[in-house]
């Protein structure tokens, strides 16, 4: 996955810079596209489509534009062939997230993943959210998920930092201490 990470990286930067000079779309826009794209690029059946080295580059890029829902701009088409052209069509995903993480950044946001034992009320993920903009000092763009093997509390995880107070935590953290 780091190699993923790392060739994807540039290619994400361009389209964020080239989505901040879109007066049409925007970086709002565009990133409903690239998430758009994601979905598509990450269905298994389109995987083994665009792998099969019997498809020739313009069925991929023609098939994968035809996958699209969106109106697309000729910007997008010319991405999609570039990623087309230098095989790096199966980098969409990783791609879309890199540039949800650039614009976050670039609006001083950031995406909390929020983990709970139980469900959580609207009201407690709001409580919950203000507490932890204050902590780190950035507008946070809640995710709630519901695990129960946590048994109680919350773990969150913003960008690459992770607050973990649930109980299976704790639990782990005694364990270790009377282990050593």
């Not at 596209?33 to 792998?51: N, Y």
């Not at 991929?60 to 069509?89: C, T, Y």
């Not at 950035?138 to 913003?158: E, F, M, N, Q």
Request: no cysteine; glycine share 4%.
């Amino acid at each position: 996955m780091a190699e993923f990470s790392t060739v994807a990286r540039p290619y994400a930067e361009a389209l964020f810079a080239a989505a901040r000079d879109d007066k049409t779309l925007g970086t709002s826009g565009w990133l409903d596209l690239i998430k758009e794209m994601d979905q598509i690029a990450a269905h298994p059946d389109v995987q083994r489509l665009l792998s099969d080295p019997k498809v020739s580059d313009a069925q991929r890029a023609e098939i994968f534009l035809g996958l699209v829902r969106s109106q697309l701009p000729q910007s997008a088409r010319n991405f999609i062939q570039l990623l087309v052209e230098n095989d790096r069509l199966m980098l969409v995903p990783e791609i879309a997230t890199q540039f949800e993480t650039l614009k976050n950044r670039h609006e001083g946001a950031a995406a909390a993943e929020i983990t709970s034992a139980f469900p959580m009320s609207d009201a407690q993920v709001a409580d919950l959210i203000t507490a932890l903009e204050k902590k780190f000092g950035l507008k946070l763009k809640p995710h709630v998920t519901v695990d129960p093997s946590l048994i109680g509390g919350v773990r969150v995880a913003v960008g690459d930092q992770v607050l973990d107070t649930s109980v299976q935590a704790q639990l782990a953290r005694m364990r270790d201490t009377l282990a050593a």
